[in-house]
């Protein structure tokens, strides 16, 4: 058992989705639909699959196996979608990166659909929280700010001053996005002694308004260093970010 919240639903779940989802390609809304559907393929997060009256006429080629291509001017992808009836009939599924951009309502979201049954609250904590690589100290504070996400282990935001950059080797062109936080602005290497470990800290500058407070400040995956609450030192989480 995890010291954190699992996922709250079983493959197969399938869900209303009471939001207006638009998908965009080439500058085309795609897909426009009220009436999509979650459909969880795993626990962690569903897929949205659209009724095929909600597709832009014209959009799809017909392929094999229940798949189709996306066509838009001169634009083409390939084995973009499909339809899969023993899943839910009558609904088509996109694959998320075939299409340029997917709004939720009007705001725009990044790597798959939002979980109705994810929680995610950044609070602010006087927590003694230390994080350490092979016995050298990356990042000690009594205020950092926890961010706690249904399905993963907490992870702690330090504010920059509260940071060795010493240890720290910057990643430039490096991004990664996540559906509830936004688009990272920063990520980091970190070297101790003659060793590079690769990607372990990040920032958001700017991210999504429900996690405003970690705005700016710095992370390390919990699976990669080790982190002590109030002297107590943590287990290294083994999720699908374990190296």
């Given at each position: 058992?995890?010291d954190?919240?699992?996922a709250?639903?079983?493959?197969g779940h399938?869900?209303?989705v009471?939001?207006?989802?638009?998908?965009?390609?080439a500058?085309?809304?795609i897909?426009?639909?009220?009436?999509?559907?979650?459909?969880?393929?795993?626990?962690?997060?569903?897929?949205?699959?659209f009724?095929?009256?909600d597709?832009?006429p014209?959009?799809?080629?017909s392929?094999?196996?229940?798949?189709?291509?996306?066509?838009?001017?001169?634009?083409?992808?390939?084995?973009a979608a499909w339809v899969?009836?023993?899943?839910?009939?009558?609904?088509l599924?996109?694959?998320?990166?075939?299409?340029d951009?997917?709004f939720?309502?009007?705001?725009?979201?990044?790597?798959h659909?939002?979980?109705?049954?994810?929680r995610?609250d950044a609070?602010?904590s006087?927590?003694h929280?230390r994080v350490?690589?092979n016995g050298v100290?990356?990042?000690?504070?009594?205020s950092p700010v926890?961010?706690?996400e249904?399905?993963?282990?907490?992870r702690?935001?330090?504010?920059r001053t509260e940071?060795d950059?010493?240890?720290?080797?910057?990643?430039?062109?490096?991004v990664?996005?996540?559906?509830?936080?936004g688009?990272?602005?920063?990520?980091w290497?970190?070297?101790v002694?003659?060793v590079?470990h690769?990607?372990?800290?990040w920032t958001?500058?700017y991210?999504a308004a429900?996690?405003q407070?970690i705005?700016?400040?710095v992370?390390?995956?919990n699976?990669?260093?080790?982190?002590?609450?109030?002297g107590?030192?943590?287990?290294r989480p083994r999720?699908?970010?374990?190296q």
């Amino acid at each position: 058992m995890t010291d954190y919240p699992a996922a709250a639903v079983q493959a197969g779940h399938v869900e209303p989705v009471p939001r207006r989802v638009r998908g965009v390609l080439a500058g085309k809304t795609i897909v426009d639909s009220t009436r999509a559907k979650y459909v969880w393929e795993w626990p962690y997060y569903p897929q949205f699959y659209f009724p095929l009256d909600d597709v832009l006429p014209g959009a799809l080629v017909s392929g094999d196996d229940g798949r189709f291509s996306l066509r838009v001017g001169e634009v083409e992808k390939p084995a973009a979608a499909w339809v899969n009836d023993s899943v839910l009939p009558g609904h088509l599924r996109f694959e998320w990166d075939a299409l340029d951009a997917w709004f939720e309502e009007d705001e725009q979201v990044f790597v798959h659909p939002r979980n109705p049954y994810t929680r995610v609250d950044a609070l602010r904590s006087t927590r003694h929280v230390r994080v350490r690589l092979n016995g050298v100290t990356l990042a000690e504070s009594s205020s950092p700010v926890l961010l706690f996400e249904t399905g993963l282990p907490t992870r702690y935001y330090f504010n920059r001053t509260e940071v060795d950059f010493t240890h720290l080797v910057a990643e430039p062109g490096m991004v990664t996005a996540c559906p509830y936080k936004g688009e990272t602005s920063g990520y980091w290497s970190v070297r101790v002694g003659d060793v590079l470990h690769e990607h372990l800290a990040w920032t958001y500058a700017y991210p999504a308004a429900a996690v405003q407070p970690i705005a700016g400040l710095v992370a390390f995956y919990n699976e990669m260093v080790d982190i002590e609450v109030d002297g107590e030192l943590l287990p290294r989480p083994r999720t699908h970010f374990s190296q």
